[in-house]
């Protein structure tokens, strides 16, 4: 029975996510196999990282790209629910540090990558090296 190892939750406003995600071993997210949703990056998956949650997806894309990169998660195909599943077993399966790894590499890339102050700034330095080079040309 599904529902004796997961808790679905409805639709939140986003100030209670993070409570929410405190309770959590790991965080899901999946998308069905569009072209859309191969281009696109979900801002829940920018806060399951923030709030350092190992993630289990089954995505493609930038989605899958980024989080095989952060090394934060497991990603399966879009709508194969035999590599979900397996995916699912494989982080239940996965000891306690593993997942808190897994949490800490979420949280690192999330400051890299997403922080407001980050890339604030990331345009700063942008914006004075074009001031720079246009002061050269003058």
Do not use: W
């Not at 196999?33 to 998956?45: G, H, I, N, V, Y």
């Not at 990169?69 to 195909?77: D, I, M, N, Q, V």
């Not at 540090?97 to 980050?118: C, F, G, L, V």
């Amino acid at each position: 029975d599904v529902q004796a190892y997961f808790c679905f939750v409805p639709q939140q406003p986003p100030q209670e996510i993070p409570g929410l995600l405190r309770h959590a071993d790991a965080a899901f997210l999946s998308f069905t196999d569009k072209e859309l949703f191969r281009m696109t990056l979900p801002a829940k998956l920018q806060s399951y990282m923030a709030c350092g949650k190992p993630i289990v997806a089954a995505a493609g894309g930038e989605t899958a790209q980024v989080i095989n990169e952060a090394r934060c998660g497991l990603c399966s195909a879009p709508e194969d629910a035999a590599a979900l599943y397996q995916n699912i077993q494989t982080m239940m399966g996965m000891s306690e540090n593993e997942r808190a790894e897994m949490a800490r590499r979420a949280r690192a890339y999330a400051k890299a990558h997403y922080d407001k102050q980050t890339l604030m700034d990331q345009i700063d330095r942008r914006f004075l090296c074009l001031m720079e080079k246009g002061e050269k040309q003058v």
